[in-house]
């Protein structure tokens, strides 16, 4: 279909003032303009925090939003979520509501990390903070009030990434038992020639330039590059993965990547649910204020939560 009217309009806007020039007004500006598309507070049962242990030993805090009507005596399934912003931006406050109407939807605890970002701390360590902080939930599931049968991982862009990343660490380590991996437009290789790189390159939200940029902070060499702990296409297999949800916006430049990621699981024997986000772009998880559209995203993670996890 063609893209949203409503998102049209957003992007047609003209620019307030001049570009942020600097890291720390990239990532004011970033988390400004996105909080800004939110809408209305979404309400669920509680919200608690919680220190898990990254990479060596360090404190990443864990925020848990339980969905609206959650039962306080049962076992719940969970998320650990890993939020996007190319590894380098955006935060666990930013995530806020897009984490409550993600626990809304799916009816599971939202666990969101609040791993280190790029470039002061490049790969490996967020993804190993992440790692951490899935190895310490799912340790301690019965003490918060979870079901260590029901833990999938997820996130959005870069956390598509990270939790892409963390399900095959999670297979090649022998690490946590995953029930299911929930990829929102995943960034999964640092490829800039696909077609839909091609196609919406610029005037579409995210730009090929930035997502440069920001495999830039994030990698430190070339092999780096080729790790598939960084860019889980390089997987020689993705065999004994759990059973997976890949969205992808129509109109983004990492659809083609999400989408291969989905035919690749499906080749190798993984259970995979893959859904083009119609009129979507990249980061409509923040757009339930720009249109009603958005929803979907949360109607479509909702739908495959549902069914795999909580039944």
């Not at 190895?135 to 979870?146: D, P």
């Not at 790790?227 to 004994?240: C, D, H, K």
């Not at 659809?255 to 291969?260: L, N, S, V």
Request: aromatic share 8%.
């Amino acid at each position: 279909m063609s893209l949203d009217p409503h998102i049209a309009a957003f992007l047609n806007r003209p620019a307030s003032g001049p570009a942020p020039a600097t890291l720390a007004e990239i990532r004011a500006a970033t988390e400004a303009g996105l909080r800004a598309q939110h809408g209305p507070l979404q309400q669920v049962a509680w919200v608690k925090d919680f220190i898990a242990p990254g990479h060596g030993q360090h404190p990443v805090r864990v925020r848990a939003y339980a969905p609206a009507g959650a039962d306080p005596a049962a076992a719940l399934p969970a998320i650990v979520f890993a939020h996007g912003g190319g590894w380098c931006l955006c935060s666990l406050e930013l995530y806020d509501n897009p984490c409550r109407a993600l626990a809304n939807a799916t009816g599971c605890v939202v666990l969101s990390v609040d791993y280190r970002l790029a470039p002061e701390h490049k790969f490996p360590v967020p993804l190993e903070d992440f790692y951490g902080a899935l190895c310490w939930i799912s340790a301690h599931a019965e003490l918060l009030g979870l079901d260590r049968a029901r833990i999938a991982v997820g996130g959005d862009s870069a956390g598509g990434n990270l939790a892409a990343a963390a399900a095959l660490l999670a297979r090649d380590r022998g690490g946590p038992p995953l029930a299911h991996q929930l990829l929102i437009y995943p960034a999964l290789e640092a490829d800039f020639s696909t077609a839909s790189y091609q196609e919406f390159a610029q005037g579409y939200s995210l730009t090929r330039e930035i997502m440069r940029f920001c495999w830039n902070s994030y990698l430190r060499d070339d092999d780096d590059a080729a790790s598939a702990y960084a860019a889980p296409l390089r997987a020689a297999s993705l065999a004994g993965l759990p059973p997976a949800t890949v969205l992808v916006s129509e109109y983004d430049p990492l659809r083609d990547e999400g989408e291969a990621y989905a035919r690749r699981l499906r080749l190798d024997g993984v259970d995979v649910r893959c859904e083009r986000l119609a009129g979507m772009v990249h980061a409509c998880i923040h757009m339930l204020g720009v249109t009603p559209q958005a929803r979907q995203l949360f109607n479509q993670a909702g739908a495959a939560l549902r069914g795999s996890l909580v039944g």
